[in-house]
């Protein structure tokens, strides 16, 4: 500590604000902040070199090689400690404690270190009130001290905990962090405590960059996008591209201003700006690619499917459109549950932000745990050896992909393959993967907590599929264990065109002989649990953030009320808010009337072109979302699992327009598309948010990247249609099966012609109770949240993702989850307990979500691997690429044979007697 403060200068002040409640004291000039260095030594005279010393420790920025030279948020953050009033401190901590009460991304060590600096004044004070009591000091008082001495024993291990050794210091630097930054460490590895308004934000380049990727991403996804295996563009490849074309225009583009209409727009406003690659990067995600009104399309088109000629490319863009701005719609109305509130941290976005931030933020030297590398060069490392690696498992030694080395072993044996196998067991295997692609890279970004649960639920999930297959319930032991197929009554798979008339109806003579579709144990219990989760999602958050509901519920209803102005940001205090209120905002009855125009679109598109479809589904739809979307994206937002609503929306609609599938597939492709469309906006916000992307700029690119998006997907299905002979046949020579179509039309086959008042009523039953069991879990739950939430079971115990993890399967397993649990568990708790610094830094940068180095590399190498190697096969053939297809779990097997061991060959109800 001596040497570090011998190197130690002074400097100017970076900002002079300290209000917390006005946008000013978050308000910076970037150039000036970046042509100054800020040291420690006299930025303000009240806190000594040492205290400040603290506060950059506990910020993890206590690494520095040099103190002469701050970064630009320690220093803010130092000034703004400095001047923070202790009264309004104690203020500050006592509203974290009430509003983040259960927060699961708040550790249960910071909640009580924050706890017991809050307590630990008042039994010093009570202490002094009567000498008689002196020796009686206050419980609360003991009780805090005793909590961080606790903590301080970790500290040594960790760095991170301190005892109570400078209550007015400590207590300031606590409420500071939280009032003038985020309580969470996450937040502030990738963000920023202040914003520069000046910063070029929604400049020409950007609509130049965005349109040009949207049109080339939505080309590349939509024309691929029926072929097996699809190519696309994801946002994690373009924001890569993005920064360099950034670059590229800022140094060529000549720095002149033209006028367009009344507005001068300024060609070359200077370097590209972190903003500018932000808001290119939303231009991009929230429309780039495929569209999933596509399949509907497909469908509508194909005489081997529905073959409804009538349906040309005025009702195709009509359905895009409004399947499309619906969930815009929603998302802006939705802002003040999910994107507003601190406690919405959204953790599967930040590593879009980690990696921007990488690409365009300079950053000061630093020595964390060895570590010198900038994030920049880090990033593009990382990004290199993925790239080269992932050739390895996806091509040269594909066994490491699906590392299932436990049937290897036994390769015949068949509670080996059931048990353990990758490809149709359940997957229950140490490690199961060295491929990145299987892997996934959310390991990086997911809370522990989440991951915990989820595979909890996943552990849960493979011992009641196995109970069901052993015991032969409702004739699962007759078919594979974990298929997400549907079978005959005599183990094969059940073809929907072999129940069909020439009008895509149910033939009833047909299906007399062929008997219902029948599903495998993995199924019956993924679909139970669906069934399960609706009530249990919606009345759980209900229950345990009845607060937060109402307060936002409360502010969407003032934000109607004409007579009166109301920002969208009132009663939100935290410092994102606060400096957003800035720019001007995007009123809700923006977004109302794009809703309504969308609704006339659809009626429309039902009425007139021939879809069969009543328009009280389309207002069905749309509320079955409003109702479910918030306790959705509520869940979503807090521990970065989804869920989408299209299977209760398939079962409804079946029940109550039977024999068809139109109707079904047309609901199902507005109800699930706005559903998803939501949750991508909400998350486009919540990014902007984070990097004060002016609302309205966001608005506009949001709108024009989906409507081009729109019509160059339509564009490019149509022509795909025109250019590809034999789509969606098994054998097409350039693999464009349709494998997302083909499922969507078995659904709307099994739902919507055959029905689920034959599958469910008639051979599965008990899957309507699965309703009631949902509802009924909520009680037990909810009440172990709010008697013992401060329990680690209580804390971390989120029955909505351990309820997901038992969906892994059909025709997913166990495989899948193992090794990002471990990979979770070292980098998302060890690492980020123990090497908090090293971990804010770099963590987000090596994977993540939808963006960083590691999927990057896989969008690059993939792309290239198909058309270098695969799009004209050159095979590989030695033990590594050929071990898994000998083993018994590669090819399936069943437990019982049909022929053998079923009454008359064929198992289930007799026939004649079919539901």
């Given at each position: 500590m001596s040497e570090k403060i011998n190197h130690i200068t002074s400097v100017t002040s970076i900002t002079s604000g300290t209000d917390r409640h006005d946008l000013n004291t978050f308000q910076v000039n970037l150039e000036d902040v970046r042509s100054h260095q800020y040291g420690v030594a006299e930025?303000?005279?009240?806190?000594?070199?040492?205290?400040?010393?603290?506060?950059?420790?506990?910020?993890?920025?206590?690494?520095?090689?040099?103190?002469?030279?701050?970064?630009?948020t320690g220093a803010f953050m130092i000034e703004k400690i400095q001047s923070l009033d202790i009264h309004e401190a104690e203020q500050i901590l006592k509203?974290?404690?009430?509003?983040?009460?259960?927060?699961?991304?708040?550790?249960?060590?910071?909640?009580?270190?924050?706890?017991?600096?809050?307590?630990?004044?008042?039994?010093?004070?009570?202490?002094?009130?009567?000498?008689?009591?002196?020796?009686?000091?206050?419980?609360?008082?003991?009780?805090?001290?005793?909590?961080?001495?606790?903590?301080?024993?970790?500290?040594?291990?960790?760095?991170k905990w301190n005892d109570i050794f400078d209550w007015d210091l400590q207590v300031r630097t606590e409420a500071g962090m939280i009032a003038f930054w985020s309580p969470y460490p996450e937040v502030r590895a990738v963000t920023d405590p202040y914003d520069d308004p000046e910063t070029p934000c929604e400049t020409l380049r950007v609509y130049v960059l965005g349109l040009i990727w949207v049109v080339l991403g939505t080309f590349i996804g939509q024309y691929f996008s029926e072929r097996q295996?699809?190519?696309?563009?994801?946002?994690?490849?373009v924001q890569l591209f993005v920064y360099p074309c950034g670059v590229f225009l800022s140094k060529v583009v000549p720095k002149k201003?033209?006028?367009i209409w009344k507005w001068n727009v300024a060609l070359n406003p200077g370097p590209w700006s972190h903003k500018e690659q932000m808001l290119t990067t939303l231009f991009y995600s929230v429309s780039g690619g495929s569209v999933y009104a596509g399949h509907f399309i497909v469908l509508q088109k194909l005489e081997m499917f529905y073959n409804n000629p009538k349906f040309t490319f005025g009702g195709q863009i009509l359905l895009v459109l409004a399947s499309n701005f619906m969930g815009f719609g929603l998302a802006g109305i939705f802002r003040k549950f999910v994107v507003y509130p601190v406690t919405a941290v959204w953790p599967t976005l930040l590593p879009t932000l980690a990696v921007n931030k990488a690409l365009t933020k300079p950053e000061k030297k630093e020595n964390i745990n060895g570590w010198k590398i900038s994030r920049y060069s880090f990033f593009l490392i990382t990004f290199a050896a993925s790239f080269v690696y992932f050739w390895v498992p996806d091509y040269l030694f594909t066994a490491l992909s699906y590392f299932n080395w436990i049937s290897w072993a036994a390769p015949d044996n068949f509670n080996v393959a059931a048990i353990t196998g990758s490809y149709t067991g359940l997957g229950l295997n140490p490690w199961t993967s060295f491929d990145w692609n299987i892997i996934g890279v959310g390991c990086f970004a997911t809370p522990f907590f989440s991951h915990l649960n989820a595979y909890m639920g996943s552990l849960l999930g493979l011992c009641l599929i196995a109970a069901l297959w052993w015991t032969n319930y409702?004739?699962?032991?007759?078919?594979?264990?974990?298929?997400?197929?549907?079978?005959?009554?005599?183990?094969?798979?059940?073809?929907?065109?072999?129940?069909?008339?020439?009008?895509?109806?149910?033939?009833?003579a047909k299906y007399d002989k062929v008997g219902p579709p029948f599903y495998s144990a993995a199924n019956l219990i993924v679909y139970g649990t669906f069934l399960a989760l609706y009530p249990m999602n919606f009345f759980y958050v209900v229950l345990t953030n009845f607060k937060q509901l109402k307060f936002a519920l409360v502010g969407l209803v003032k934000s109607f009320d004409f007579r009166k102005r109301h920002s969208t940001y009132e009663g939100f205090n935290d410092p994102f808010s606060v400096s957003m209120k800035r720019y001007k905002e995007v009123p809700e009855w923006w977004f109302t009337i794009i809703l309504l125009i969308c609704i006339v679109f659809s009626i429309i598109t039902v009425e007139v072109y021939n879809l069969e479809t009543p328009v009280w589904t389309i207002f069905f739809a749309l509320v079955l979302n409003f109702v479910f979307l918030i306790p959705f994206v509520v869940v979503y937002a807090s521990t970065?699992?989804?869920?989408?609503?299209?299977?209760?929306?398939?079962?409804?609609?079946?029940?109550?327009?039977?024999?068809?599938?139109?109707?079904?597939?047309y609901v199902k492709t507005l109800g699930t598309n706005i559903d998803s469309q939501a949750?991508?906006?909400?998350?486009?916000?919540?990014?902007?948010?984070?990097?004060?992307?002016?609302?309205?700029?966001?608005?506009?690119?949001?709108?024009?990247?989906?409507i081009v998006n729109s019509f160059v997907a339509v564009g490019t299905l149509n022509l795909v249609f025109n250019t590809v002979e034999d789509m969606c046949t098994p054998h097409q020579p350039q693999r464009f099966t349709c494998p997302g179509s083909t499922t969507f039309y078995s659904a709307s086959v099994v739902w919507g012609v055959v029905g689920p008042k034959k599958v469910f009523g008639g051979l599965y039953p008990i899957l309507q109770w699965c309703f009631l069991i949902g509802f009924l879990l909520v009680f037990p739950c909810w009440a172990l949240k709010k008697y013992y939430g401060r329990t680690i079971i209580g804390k971390y115990f989120h029955p909505i993702v351990f309820t997901i993890g038992i969906m892994i399967y059909a025709p997913y397993n166990l495989s899948y989850l193992t090794p990002g649990f471990i990979l979770s568990y070292v980098f998302m708790y060890y690492i980020r307990k123990r090497k908090t610094a090293w971990w804010e830094k770099y963590n987000y940068i090596l994977g993540g979500g939808i963006s960083g180095g590691i999927s990057g590399g896989i969008a690059f190498s993939s792309i290239i691997i198909f058309f270098a190697v695969k799009y004209h096969p050159k095979n590989i053939s030695w033990w590594g690429n050929n071990v898994n297809a000998n083993t018994l779990d590669y090819n399936g097997a069943t437990r019982l044979n049909v022929t053998t061991q079923?009454?008359?060959?064929?198992?289930?109800?007799?026939?004649?007697?079919?539901?």
């Open positions: 930025i303000l005279e009240e806190f000594s070199v040492e205290q400040k010393l603290y506060i950059l420790k506990r910020m993890e920025q206590d690494h520095l090689e040099s103190f002469d030279d701050l970064p630009p509203e974290f404690l009430r509003d983040h009460d259960g927060d699961v991304n708040i550790t249960m060590e910071y909640y009580d270190f924050v706890e017991a600096l809050s307590n630990y004044k008042s039994g010093l004070e009570s202490e002094s009130l009567s000498k008689g009591l002196v020796s009686e000091k206050n419980e609360v008082a003991e009780k805090s001290e005793a909590i961080v001495r606790e903590r301080s024993i970790e500290s040594e291990e960790t760095g295996p699809g190519i696309g563009l994801g946002p994690s490849v201003t033209i006028k409702k004739w699962t032991g007759f078919l594979p264990i974990n298929s997400n197929r549907i079978f005959t009554n005599k183990g094969r798979v059940y073809q929907v065109t072999a129940v069909l008339d020439e009008n895509k109806k149910l033939d009833q970065g699992s989804s869920m989408s609503i299209n299977v209760l929306l398939e079962m409804i609609i079946g029940y109550a327009l039977p024999g068809n599938g139109t109707a079904l597939n949750e991508n906006y909400i998350t486009n916000q919540k990014q902007a948010h984070y990097w004060r992307i002016a609302p309205r700029a966001l608005f506009r690119v949001q709108m024009l990247s989906v079923a009454p008359d060959g064929y198992f289930g109800p007799r026939i004649g007697h079919f539901p």
